[in-house]
């Protein structure tokens, strides 16, 4: 008996070490910048930031402070809940999800 006590307290030790190490990992690589490798393979900015421009809403690649393109909606004609977002800025990360955006505003 005491063997298999032993044996799963060894186990059990490995599953937590292992846990917590692949849980480390994890937070690690989120907080990892992007490499430059794989930023200079796409063909356009890494994301895009929708937000309210001049009433309307723009679209602005980055970090960038002028957008890329504005689309001519009236941001007051929106919903309360549409209003805050794009107030606060809705980051996008791919030339499709960003047409799905514009088409949910647009109809």
């Known amino acids: 008996m005491k063997t298999f006590r032993k044996a799963f307290l ?3 030790v490995s ?4 846990s917590a190490a692949s849980f ?6 989120r907080n990892r910048p992007v490499s430059t ?9 890494a994301y895009y930031i929708v937000k309210e421009y001049n009433g309307n809403i723009g679209i602005f690649p980055e970090d960038s402070t002028q957008p890329k393109r504005t ?3 009236n941001v007051a ?13 809705i ?6 999800e960003l047409r799905e955006l514009i088409e ?3 109809g």
């Open 15 to 18: 599953v937590f070490v292992l």
């Open 77 to 89: 004609d929106l919903p309360d809940e549409d209003r805050y977002l794009l107030e606060c800025g």
């Open 24 to 29: 480390s990992s994890a937070l690690y690589n």
């Open 37 to 45: 490798t794989a930023a200079a393979s796409s063909t356009g900015p």
């Open 91 to 96: 980051l996008v990360r791919s030339e499709t």
């Open 71 to 73: 689309v001519h909606i």
């Open 10 to 12: 060894l186990f059990s």
């Open 104 to 106: 949910d505003y647009t």
